[in-house]
């Protein structure tokens, strides 16, 4: 079946650092990819959409210039938290999908950053 | 308004039993879609089940079923002779709509505890 690649699955840093996320799907070409913040016993957040090729689109309450979002191809796209703090610690989740709706959303293992 | 509700945050089930975990949704689309995801405490977010608006059968998988019923706006997921393995959050799911801008929607989760 599908599958989504995000690397790395575990990131600790110091403060101050900037931090790439990578998401690829491996085996089907991914229109759209999304990336979502999920904090301890919660749903997940969207923070970004991304479509191959074009800008991502925030939601509101994300900071764009602090959550830089690139969707170079069909099977790439990366999320970098720039100057992180410690309030940017979280679990950061990618999702991938092809161009029918009636296809499973499919997610990759997530990233569990914390910043120190 | 999109709206995904799951009205168990938590559920213990003797192991081989069956549970079912609630799940209602509302929307104005006449075409969506709906899914169930399973996230252990490792973090990743698996793919389950889905069901179409417009299929007229539940769907299966395996142990898991979807109990689909559209007048309702129920979606209810059974998981027969539950294991121990089955313990996590699971979250129910949506995208209204069939267009390429329709962005997944998720409820808050019901957490899953299986008893030896």
């Known amino acids: 079946g599908a599958v989504v690649s995000q690397h790395p699955s575990w990131v600790i840093c110091k403060s101050g650092t900037s931090v790439k996320i990578e998401c690829r799907s491996l085996d089907f070409q991914a229109t759209t990819m999304f990336w979502y913040r999920q904090f301890p016993k919660q749903s997940l957040m969207l923070m970004a959409t991304s479509n191959e090729g074009s800008k991502a689109t925030y939601e509101q309450g994300v900071e764009k210039d602090k959550f830089l979002i690139n969707h170079a191809s069909l099977t790439l796209s990366t999320l970098t938290v720039t100057s992180a703090h410690p309030e940017d610690s979280s679990f950061y989740i990618c999702?991938?999908?092809?161009?029918?709706?009636?296809?499973?959303?499919?997610f990759g293992d997530g990233t569990r950053l914390s910043i120190l | 308004a999109q709206k995904i509700t799951q009205t168990q945050p938590g559920m213990f089930v003797q192991e081989k039993e069956a549970v079912t975990l609630d799940c209602t949704y509302d929307?104005?689309?006449?075409?969506?879609?709906l899914f169930w995801y399973k996230q252990p405490s490792s973090g990743e977010m698996i793919f389950l089940i889905y069901q179409g608006s417009y299929d007229e059968q539940n769907a299966t998988e395996g142990r898991y079923s979807l109990n689909f019923q559209k007048a309702r706006k129920s979606a209810n997921l059974v998981i027969s002779a539950s294991q121990l393995g089955d313990s996590a959050m699971y979250f129910c799911?949506?995208?209204?709509?069939?267009?390429?801008?329709?962005?997944?929607?998720f409820g808050s989760g019901t957490r899953l505890s299986i008893r030896p």
């Open positions: 999702s991938a999908r092809g161009p029918a709706n009636n296809q499973p959303q499919h």
């Open positions: 799911a949506m995208i209204p709509g069939y267009s390429s801008a329709s962005k997944i929607i």
């Open positions: 929307t104005s689309d006449q075409s969506y879609g």
